[in-house]
Structures are given as C-alpha cells and as structure tokens.
C-alpha cells in the first residue's frame, strides 16, 4: 500500500484511501418504477442510507418478492450496500485520523464531500485549525463560535478531547451539539479523557490498572481490535508510528496457560521512543496518545475482568449494585445521585461525577478521568470498606459514589487536587 500511495502520488496509504473514497461515491438517487411500486435509496440528515419502497404514496415495509431479480432493483441494491460500507469504513478511518493527529488539507475535504455518506460525518465533527481555533467545517472556513477564518493548506485536523479540554469550551461544545440534534460518526466530544495525575506527571511508568486481572483470550482479542500485538514473554505493544514510539503493557497475556483459567494481571504502563530502550517521563508523552492508552485499557478491564479482585460484571451483577446503591442513598438520604444505564450520575460541589457500577471506573464531566485508587491489603488486591456486601468490586463502587456524592467532606489531598 506504501507503494501504490507513492506511485499514485500520495503521501500515505491513508491519502490514497480518502481519495478512492471520494471518487467511488455511486450513483444513489436513482429511482426504479416497476407497475405501481417506486424504489429508490433515502438518505437521512446523518448520511444513514436505507431502500425506500413505496406503491403509490404508501410506503411499504418490505420489497415485493416478485421485485427482487429486477435488475435495476438488484443494482441499486448494491449500491445501498457500498454506501452501507463506505460509512463504515470512514466512520473507522475518521476516528484513526484523530487519535493520530493526521492533518487534512482543504482539497482533500472539499473532494471528500461529494460523497452523500461522508458529507455529514465532516460536517458534524469539531476541527482545529493551525493548532489554535476550535469549530465546524464549512467548505472554505472555519466556523469557530461565531468567526469564519479561512482554511490553511494543511493546517486542519479533527479535534481530540485534550484540544477540547484545555480550550475551556468543551461543555459548550457538548451543549452545541445536543441542541442542534447533530449525531457524530464516532465518540469525539462526548468521548472519555484521561489526563495525567498529579504522581503519573512525576513517574515513567502508569500503574492505575496494575492488579486488574482480565481474561487473555478475551482481553488479547480487544487489544488487538485497538491495534496492540501481543509479544510473547514481554507483554503486549501499540506503535504510534508518527510519534515513533511504542507503548507497553506489562502482561502475560497469552494463550493455552493456566492464566485462562485463573486471569493474568496487568502491570505497569510505559512508553518508549523507537530504538530505544528507557521509559519516557509521563509527562514527555503526548497527551493525546496517553489518553487513548488508557482508554483501551480501561475498556479491557472494563469487559474483560475476572476472578475475586475483579469480578465479571454481568448485566445482573449492575442490576445488583444499582439495587444496593439505591437502597444506601435512600437511607443516607442523599438526593444527588441518579442511576441511569449502569452509572451512578452525581451532582456535587466541585463538579460532577460518572461512576460505572460495572468497573468502578470514574470520570469527572466533561469526560475527564479521576484516579481513585481503593486501597488493598496485602491479599491478592481484597478491599475491605465497611459495607455488608463483601465483594470488593461492589463495596468500591459504592464507597466511591458515597465519596463523591459528598465530595465537599473530602480531604485527601491527592483527589482534591484532581477535583479542583
């Protein structure tokens, strides 16, 4: 593929990849008359295509059986298909293109466009521009909170939740897009953040999911969707190609050991410069590559951890622990605390908070992670709090929500200083 990009004139596979894109775009305002019955593919606002079937003014939930050989029908069928995998793939591709920090030029864009399906994904996604302004993409300009600034050449890329963090205006952002009803290909302005902690800004290596015991089929498997590899007797690897630097995991997490029956550990995170050797400081990493480490992190020891440290959380183990939390801030009488979809959503003083009641995992909103760490004895990670459930995970999420539901009480100076 680095080849033929070269050979076609782009810079990188990715180029030659929105390119072909932009050119394949078919021909899918076509509309079929067979009898009384009209065919044709209808787009919605978010670039969704779907067969439209109508037989005079009525629309029909189905195709007609007798229809479906027609020719025409057969191809505009297909059609629907190529649109169905185009955004698809550049749902995926968009997504990359931010966690990398990949740099569009407005060519690229405005040809781009011309597709039915990837038009509205471009238009409903925040960009920056020359590294300074936030806003939406509008043909020629920027549209940054009421300004039009024209386009550089190629200044412009697609903002992550850092940008939007260190702006000030992410919640605006957020409320931007929930009033005007914009539905974004991927998670960008509602997506998780995870900043550095104040001991993380001080260390080389991450231990903020060291303990966690995951499955390793299981987790080996949802890594590798993510783009990490799993180096036997080493641990397993994501390479940020463009930074020139390796992130890694320590971790047994191979296949066909006792550890499938048992759950392997993950140890400590670090980063690398390529052909290198020593850890880079915290604080030297990007924090967009950080984040987006430890949010396939977090998705892993979210769905799949085991064992008595950290049991499984099925659907029914969440419906436990919301019965248990509803039941505790009832007595407590603590009214800021909703639960809604497996999360503990609380209002407090210094900000507020989401708590998943499957991994325990917090984050303060607008999507920035807290480290709050229970502290373990010297038994294989048991939390003892005192609560009449024993199972560690659940006394965690509640002491947790207990925590923050008054967060005013809290004293620590290690949260306070992620709280403020």
């Known amino acids: ?33 067979d009898g009384d019955v009209t065919v044709r593919i209808g787009m919605t606002p978010e670039g969704e295509a779907s067969l439209r079937v109508q037989r005079g003014e009525k629309v029909l939930k189905n195709l007609p059986p007798a229809l479906k050989k027609n020719p025409e029908i ?57 590294e300074e302004h936030l806003g939406w993409w509008n043909g020629d300009t920027l549209v940054a909170r009421g300004a039009e600034r024209p386009l550089g050449e190629p200044a412009l890329r697609l903002a992550h939740p850092h940008d939007l963090y260190v702006s000030s205006h992410w919640q605006e952002y ?8 914009l539905t ?49 007797e080493e641990g397993v690897r994501k390479t940020y190609h463009a930074e020139g630097i390796n992130v890694w995991v320590d971790s047994s997490l191979g296949s066909f050991t006792p550890n499938e029956v ?32 430890m949010r396939d992190l977090d998705l892993v020891v979210s769905v799949a951890h085991v064992g008595g440290v950290d049991p499984e ?7 436990m622990r919301a ?52 502290v373990h004895n010297q038994h294989a990670g048991r939390l003892f709090l005192p609560f009449a459930d024993p199972d560690p995970r659940t006394a965690e999420v509640v002491s947790k929500v207990l925590m923050l539901a008054e967060d005013r009480k809290i004293q620590d100076p290690t949260i306070l200083e992620q709280l403020r």
């Open 174 to 181: 957020q409320r931007e897009i929930m009033e005007r009803g």
């Open 313 to 319: 959380a099925t659907q029914s183990t969440v419906e």
């Open 1 to 33: 593929m680095q080849n033929l990009a070269r050979t076609a004139g782009y810079s990188d596979p990715q180029r030659l990849m929105w390119a072909m894109e932009a050119q394949m775009a078919p021909e899918w305002n076509q509309l079929v008359r």
């Open 74 to 130: 057969v191809a505009l069928r297909t059609t629907l298909t190529e649109l169905e995998a185009t955004r698809k793939r550049m749902r995926t591709a968009l997504e990359e293109a931010m966690t990398r920090g990949d740099h569009f030029a407005p060519g690229e864009l405005r040809d781009l466009v011309r597709h039915p399906v990837i038009a509205p994904m471009l238009r409903s996604l925040i960009w920056v521009l020359n």
């Open 323 to 374: 019965s248990l939390l509803r039941e505790t801030l009832r007595l407590l009488r603590l009214g800021n605390v909703r639960l809604e979809h497996g999360h503990a959503l609380i209002a407090g003083y210094h900000a507020n908070y989401t708590v998943h009641l499957g991994s325990g995992t917090v984050h303060r909103m607008p999507g920035g992670f807290l480290c709050l760490i229970p």
């Open 262 to 293: 048992e759950g392997t550990p993950l140890h400590a995170v670090y980063f690398v410069r390529r052909d290198e050797e020593e850890a880079l400081p915290l604080s030297e990493v990007p924090p967009r590559l950080f984040s987006e480490t």
């Open 184 to 232: 974004q290909p991927f998670k960008q302005a509602f997506r998780e953040y995870y900043p550095l902690t104040l001991v993380e800004s001080e260390a080389r290596r991450s231990t903020r999911y060291a303990g966690h015991h995951v499955q390793p089929t299981q987790a080996a498997a949802l890594l590798k969707t993510r783009g990490w590899v799993t180096v036997p």
